[in-house]
T-cell receptor, first 108, second 113 residues
């Protein structure tokens, strides 16, 4: 069964610093990788997708993929208090497979 | 804000009871997936409906069942509720060929006492 592993945190980062979130996945054949942000009590919101090795940047967010190491990461630059949320790493099979999520706290 | 609506938003049930949760579908979508998210966990796939047929199921017992209607809205039914069924239930509306473009509803918070 395909699995996605994340450190549950919480990860505390000072405002303005870079937050680094990490994820590993079990199936070497996985092709599509995603990061969702979920505020407490709300539904997940897709913020980044990545399909190829390397980096993909979108505003303050950078997703990084290393298929050889089966490793995906999300960097958030200039962290803001509004970035405080749970970040879910996910892969697509014939369904979305989520990790447990990492709770991120941005300290003002 | 998506066009996917779940109802009710919150409810409390007693162990052993049955519950029905509802999910509308985004216009143009033909697939609805249901997820269970326990506190502190990621969403776990329950099952998926495509064109009114179950099209994949996660590791959930048969007392979790569902329906999809001709307008692609969907229901999740849970029989013989257990305390561990307490969770946020999420539905996701998508097209079968574009699961990435799924729109999530706001969720139903179920508490079993």
């Amino acid at each position: 069964q395909k699995e996605v592993e994340q450190n549950s945190g919480p990860l505390s980062v000072p405002e303005g610093a870079i937050a680094s979130l990490n994820c590993t996945y079990s199936d070497r054949g996985s092709q599509s990788f995603f990061w969702y942000r979920q505020y407490s009590g709300k539904s997940p919101e897709l913020i980044m997708s990545i399909y190829s090795n390397g980096d993909k940047e979108d505003g303050r967010f950078t997703a990084q993929l290393n298929k050889a190491s089966q490793y995906v990461s999300l960097l958030i630059r200039d962290s803001q208090p509004s970035d405080s949320a749970t970040y879910l790493c996910a892969v697509i099979d014939d369904k979305i497979i989520f990790g447990k999520g990492t709770r991120l706290h941005i300290l003002p | 804000e998506t066009g996917v609506t779940q109802s009710p938003t919150h409810l409390i049930k007693t162990r052993g009871q049955q519950v029905t949760l509802r999910c509308s579908s985004q216009s143009g979508h033909n697939t609805v997936s249901w997820y269970q998210q326990a506190l502190g966990q990621g969403p776990q796939f329950i099952f998926q409906y495509y064109r009114e047929e179950e099209n994949g199921r996660g590791n959930f017992p048969p007392r979790f069942s569902g329906l999809q209607f001709p307008n692609y809205s969907s229901e999740l039914n849970v029989n013989a509720l257990e305390l561990d069924d307490s969770a946020l239930y999420l539905c996701a509306s998508s097209s079968m060929t574009d699961l990435v473009g799924a729109f999530f509803g706001q969720g139903t918070r179920l508490t079993v006492v």
